[in-house]
RNA sequence: GUGGCUGUAGCUCAGUUGGCAGAGCACCGGGUUGUGGUCCCGGUUGUCGUGGGUUCAAUUCCCAUCAGUCACCCCA
């Protein structure tokens, strides 16, 4: 057989980096929890139909058949399943769908794999895994909640060993309010020009703006001039005065954001920063949305995106206004594991390995494996009764820091990163707190 | 989905104007009949990403493909 090899956008990660990913995912796990988020796992796949219910990005969807689906009597079109590519659209149909059994508002996490069929680079990938939180209500959704989401963010991703981010903050009534208020028609296709800004510049972005949006040379200057507004703080709401544009959605949206940026301030200054040009998907952000910028690592995206859908999840005259962001926890790994900027300080999670003095007795060993696993530390029994120096170097390979020996005249425990050897009995010994898990750093 | 660049040992990389495939690090064994890391000696790294073509001969030239990466597209 020939050598498997990797499938492009399919990342696997090695044992270390998967102890990395586990203990992120803990914290994250753990700061939802903290702010009363409920738990929730939702299949991988979706009706077809679903899948693209909003966007038109079907192209990105995978779908699945059997091997040996009889192609007349298989469900074609609408019918078929797509594995999910975010956890939003299957939350909204979950809500839709139990409705009746939940209890708004509704506060829930899900941390799953989706899949995107997009050409991979790095960063990027077809299987990742998002860490998502997401708020519904009935009928309507108090706009605090779109203050809630950064502060969540921030806890989690400040809890965890890596750069500082910036959550970047707009509003979509703001654009579209001020898109209005100066007449420009088509405000999808404004926004998608104006989102190009950092990569292709103002005047690219005032061109693409007369040919896309029909906007005139003064539409475009007064849509540059909105999109270059920026604040770490609520004063971002004087510049847009200072626009003169009057529109009532565009006031409404406003006051929303200086809300959201009043509450973030003060739970935690610098998280945040109003940045105007922020776009995000086009086509169901009704209200505040959300990107985040790890620093030093800015030119690969957002690395934690979302905002309010006030249109999403809907059954009749019941309508379902939700907020959410997600971590891509998959990107943010690749990254970080890409400039080495994430380490474990061992290869397993083994805290000491018992050492074999000779075979008839291995079963002293596992005694004293037995002794320590049963109050919590982890432990493995060495491989072979090989001379004392190769035991200890299995150990040392994979960053194991205690080798345990086990003697007739009483047990010994060497601390193999400092050489120090001492007394010790498996019913009592206790490694320090710091060297009973890997430590991720 | 479109286009560019890259692909030699576990890692970092040399190399052949087409003629048996190399170095350092790492790894394994021994020096060191039972306590590693230093030192000394020795050893293995490999379908030269994969498949085809040209050629007496291809790791080298050509085509395709896969993977990585970059730009575009998109980003729920």
């Known amino acids: 057989m020939s050598k498997p090899t990797p499938i ?4 696997e990660w090695t044992p270390a980096q998967r102890m990395i990913e586990q203990y992120v995912l803990d914290r994250i796990r753990g700061t939802f929890e903290l702010y009363g988020f409920a738990p929730l796992e939702t299949r ?4 077809l139909d679903q899948l693209l219910r909003k966007g038109e990005t079907s192209k990105e969807v995978y779908l699945i058949r059997r091997l040996q689906a ?4 298989s469900p074609a079109g609408d019918d078929q399943l797509g594995l999910h590519f975010d956890l939003t659209v299957p939350f909204a149909r979950y809500v839709l769908e139990n409705a009746g059994k939940l209890q708004f508002p509704f506060r829930r996490y899900q941390i799953q794999k989706v899949w995107r069929g997009e050409r991979p680079q790095e960063g990027r990938y077809r299987e990742f895994v998002q860490a998502d939180i997401d708020i519904v209500d009935r009928d309507t959704l108090p706009a605090h909640y779109e203050a809630e989401m950064p502060l969540v963010i921030g806890d989690a991703l400040r809890s965890l060993p890596i ?13 579209e309010g001020f898109y209005r208020g100066i007449g420009l028609t088509d405000p999808a296709a404004a926004l998608r020009a104006v989102d190009k800004l950092d990569k292709i510049g103002p005047a690219k972005v005032a061109e693409l703006l007369a040919e896309t949006a ?3 040379e003064a539409q475009a200057k007064a849509c540059l001039a909105l999109a270059e507004i920026s604040a770490p703080d609520a004063s971002f709401a004087d510049a847009v005065r200072a626009l003169g544009v009057t529109d009532p959605m565009l006031d409404e949206g406003v006051e929303e954001l200086v809300r959201v940026m009043d509450a973030a301030a ?12 922020i776009a995000r998907g086009l086509d169901y952000y009704t209200g505040t949305v959300y990107e985040t910028q790890l620093a030093g690592y800015e030119r690969f995206g957002s690395i934690c995106s979302g905002g309010r859908y006030d249109d999403l999840a809907s059954s009749g005259s019941v309508r379902f206004p939700g907020v959410g962001i997600s971590i891509g926890v998959t990107r943010l790994l690749g990254l970080l594991f890409g400039a080495g900027a994430l380490s474990v300080s061992r290869d397993v999670p083994t805290c000491v390995l018992v050492a074999v003095t000779n ?8 005694a004293v494996a037995d002794a320590l696993r049963s109050r919590g530390v982890p432990t493995e029994v060495s491989p072979s009764a090989a001379k004392f120096g190769k035991q200890i170097r299995y150990a040392e390979r994979r960053g194991i820091p205690y080798v345990w020996f086990p003697g007739a005249d009483g047990d010994q425990v060497k601390d193999i990163r400092s050489g120090e050897q001492v007394a010790a009995a498996a019913g009592e010994w206790t490694p320090p707190r710091a060297d009973l898990k890997p430590l991720v750093s």
């Open 8 to 11: 492009s956008g399919f990342p």
């Open 44 to 47: 991988a796949v979706e009706p």
């Open 70 to 73: 009889d192609p007349d009597t």
């Open 163 to 175: 750069p500082p981010v910036t959550i970047q903050l707009n509003n979509r009534k703001i654009c």
């Open 214 to 216: 029909g906007a005139s």
């Open 266 to 277: 003060a739970h935690s200054p610098g998280l945040c920063v109003a940045d105007l040009r």
């Open 359 to 366: 075979s008839e007795e291995r079963a002293a060993s596992n």
